[in-house]
Structure formats: C-alpha cells, structure tokens
C-alpha cells in the first residue's frame, strides 16, 4: 500500500478542500526555493489522461505574508542522443488560483527556453487544461552532460501536469526558442 499524504490547503477565506496527494515517483525530484511552502505528487483525481497527473501545490498556512516563494518539479535526462537535434518538450497544464507563475522550462547550460500561464495576461489565476510546448534545438557541441525538464509554480495556488512529451522533431518544424549567443570561454569584462 502506498503512502498517501493528507494535504488541507485553503482555497478561500470561506472554504477547505482536503486532497490526497501521492509521492512522486522516484524519476522526478522536488525543488523548492523556500523549504516547506509547497508539496508535489501525484494527483489521482484531477488529471487530463488516466490514472493520474503530477501536481505542486502551494501550502498556504506555511508561508509568511509578503514572502515570495516557489517550487516545481524536474528529472534529469542525458544530452548524448539529443547533441544536433531540433526537440519538442510539451505538457498539458491546468491551474488553479495561482498568484503568479505556472510554468514549463527546460535548463542546460545556456539553453533555457520557459513558457507557462500567469495570472495577470492569461485569464487569471484559474485555468483548464492548457497546452505548453517549446521546439529548440541542442547544439552538437553542447558542453553540458545532462538537460533538466522541469514545471514550476510561483506563489500560491495548484498547477497538475499531464501528458508530458519529450521528442525528437524534424528539422522543419519551428524553433520556439533559439540560443542566440553561445557562451563565452573568458568573461569580457568592460
């Protein structure tokens, strides 16, 4: 039997909602900027594509007023069949009263390319399942070993994942993100 944790989190001055989250599976990591503000699991209630969905959630009542807080989820996958392919990373995300952020990112080295919902310019902090998707290409010489795909939430509320694809793509397909300055071997100070 798996362990299930009992998370309350508050959804309004007025209302509780009480969600049973499962951990994570062991391919997935938990980072949080700040310890203790939010959990991450697996959702088995609120998904996109059966049996479940990956979720981060803020916890409200261990946050101080005014604190910026964050955390998200990533794994880690090695570079060496990806060196001079063009890739597609893509999730569907749902969130629910997020306060600022909630969002898809891959990192390695200078490859950065983000994409994700805010509250402010999407709608608002509340939205069905939204389909995030971004076409880069990592260079033949890419230095670094390993590439980071990650989600993250900023501030409060919940984001659930789902349906996440991680794949090679033709060379036809558009880049969504491009590095545009490769790094540097010395540090141009002037």
Same mark, same amino acid.
Request: proline letters at 5%; aromatic letters at 12%.
């Given at each position: 039997? @798996? $362990? !299930?944790? *009992?998370?309350?989190? +508050?959804?309004?001055?007025?209302?509780?909602?009480?969600?049973?989250?499962?951990?994570?599976?062991?391919?997935?990591?938990?980072?949080?900027?700040?310890?203790?503000?939010?959990?991450?699991?697996?959702?088995?209630?609120?998904?996109?594509?059966?049996?479940?969905?990956?979720?981060?959630?803020?916890?409200?009542?261990?946050?101080?007023?005014?604190?910026?807080?964050?955390?998200?989820?990533?794994?880690?996958?090695?570079?060496?069949?990806?060196?001079?392919?063009?890739?597609?990373?893509?999730?569907?995300? @749902? $969130? !629910?009263? *997020?306060?600022?952020? +909630?969002?898809?990112?891959?990192?390695?080295?200078?490859?950065?390319?983000?994409?994700?919902?805010?509250?402010?310019?999407?709608?608002?902090?509340?939205?069905?399942?939204?389909?995030?998707?971004?076409?880069?290409?990592?260079?033949?010489?890419?230095?670094?070993?390993?590439?980071?795909?990650?989600?993250?939430?900023?501030?409060?509320?919940?984001?659930?994942?789902?349906?996440?694809?991680?794949?090679?793509?033709?060379?036809?397909?558009?880049?969504?993100?491009?590095?545009?300055?490769?790094?540097?071997?010395?540090?141009?100070?002037?």
């Amino acid at each position: 039997m @798996k $362990t !299930r944790y *009992i998370l309350t989190v +508050a959804l309004s001055v007025s209302s509780l909602n009480c969600l049973a989250i499962e951990p994570l599976p062991d391919y997935w990591r938990q980072w949080t900027k700040e310890k203790g503000t939010h959990i991450a699991g697996l959702d088995k209630d609120t998904y996109r594509s059966k049996p479940d969905s990956l979720t981060v959630i803020n916890d409200k009542n261990s946050v101080k007023k005014g604190e910026i807080n964050r955390s998200g989820i990533c794994q880690e996958v090695k570079t060496t069949k990806y060196l001079g392919k063009r890739v597609r990373y893509s999730a569907f995300i @749902k $969130t !629910r009263d *997020i306060e600022h952020w +909630a969002y898809i990112y891959a990192i390695s080295g200078n490859i950065y390319p983000f994409k994700g919902v805010n509250a402010y310019n999407d709608g608002g902090g509340t939205q069905d399942w939204t389909f995030l998707d971004m076409v880069f290409d990592i260079p033949q010489k890419h230095k670094e070993n390993t590439i980071s795909l990650c989600f993250s939430l900023w501030q409060g509320g919940q984001m659930w994942i789902d349906d996440i694809k991680w794949e090679i793509v033709d060379d036809d397909t558009p880049v969504t993100y491009e590095v545009t300055r490769p790094p540097l071997d010395e540090p141009i100070l002037k």
